[in-house]
């Protein structure tokens, strides 16, 4: 009879795309993981996978038999699910990951509050503006701020997030406010910016289109929160969402720029991994997060006017801008 166990490293060997990323997952040996695909073959009479150097590759029996797999998985977790609400209250451990400023915010008051109602379940709390993978990570609930890709996980929409250009009235007035897209190569663009990350490009809109741009700044960093500090600070121009800095907006230590060709929206949602029955620690964590992020970022933007954009103060000029100048002449 084939195990159980082994269906569920195959399957995560397909997902992840290698034996070394389903071993470091499953926390096994990559020799270990072959051993359990060696057994599964033999079993099936037939090859699973064609590896070479760079890949892993499903055979065409492999496609077929994926297939089924993810039915075996999907009613295992049903049969799970079922006995945990037949049992009583959820238990165990359920690991979480969000973004930095948000699960600040937003998840890490409520891990507390989830715990009073679940006091079996033990969080692990993971903040991060990284994108981490669900499988690789053993992650249970990621909540995400971006644009979501096409994929497996399931996806709990929590809303789209509008995103803005800001920067302080002090670094407007000493340095001059972009009116087109174009202006903002001369201005230093405060990134968030990490392995991997797409902001040093920026979408913005220009005539209904989207319009992706190089941008480039003298600071960068990978905690969103530092971001807002810089911008405050004088710094820079910082693309946000509005929900993140809408007490500043209101006080008016912070002010837009660029309305008119505004960032691209933003997704965020609750993402797992769970076919369609996820597990009531899972279930709940999630009904949570969707209830509480739509209240805060309410509450958040409640009363936010956005002013008009205003003219652009005279640019003062630096000594590079002269010197470049009197070269022309």
């Not at 165990?92 to 409520?110: E, H, I, Q």
């Not at 669900?134 to 995400?144: I, S």
């Amino acid at each position: 009879m084939v195990s159980l166990d082994n269906l569920l490293v195959f399957t995560r060997i397909v997902e992840l795309g290698s034996f070394t990323a389903a071993g470091k997952s499953l926390r096994m040996s990559v020799a270990l993981v072959s051993h359990r695909i060696k057994r599964l073959e033999e079993q099936l009479h037939c090859q699973l996978f064609t590896r070479t150097t760079r890949k892993t590759i499903l055979t065409d029996q492999g496609r077929i038999f994926y297939q089924h797999c993810l039915e075996v998985r999907d009613a295992w977790q049903r049969a799970e699910a079922s006995i945990s609400d037949a049992g009583g209250a959820p238990r165990g451990s359920l690991k979480v990951t969000a973004p930095l400023g948000f699960g600040r915010r937003v998840v890490g008051p409520m891990v507390s509050r989830y715990r009073v109602g679940h006091p079996e379940i033990d969080v692990r709390l993971r903040l991060s503006d990284h994108i981490l993978d669900l499988f690789t990570e053993g992650v249970d609930v990621a909540v995400r701020m971006a644009t979501l890709p096409d994929s497996s996980l399931i996806v709990r929409k929590i809303g789209d997030i509008d995103r803005i250009l800001c920067a302080s009235p002090s670094y407007l007035e000493a340095n001059g406010t972009p009116r087109e897209i174009e202006d903002l190569a001369q201005h230093n663009c405060l990134l968030l910016r990490f392995p991997g990350s797409p902001q040093y490009r920026w979408t913005l809109r220009k005539g209904g289109q989207p319009v992706t741009i190089a941008v480039q700044g003298h600071m960068d960093v990978d905690d969103g929160d530092v971001l807002t500090q810089w911008a405050l600070d004088g710094a820079g121009i910082a693309l946000k969402p509005v929900f993140e800095i809408a007490d500043h907006l209101k006080s008016g230590r912070l002010v837009p720029v660029l309305q008119r060709h505004a960032p691209e929206p933003v997704t965020l949602a609750v993402l797992h991994a769970y076919n369609r029955m996820a597990p009531p620690k899972v279930k709940a964590f999630a009904d949570m997060i969707v209830s509480e992020a739509r209240s805060h970022i309410a509450q958040a933007l409640d009363g936010l006017v956005m002013p008009p954009e205003s003219p652009a103060p005279a640019r003062k000029a630096t000594a590079a801008t002269k010197k470049r100048k009197s070269a022309t002449r």
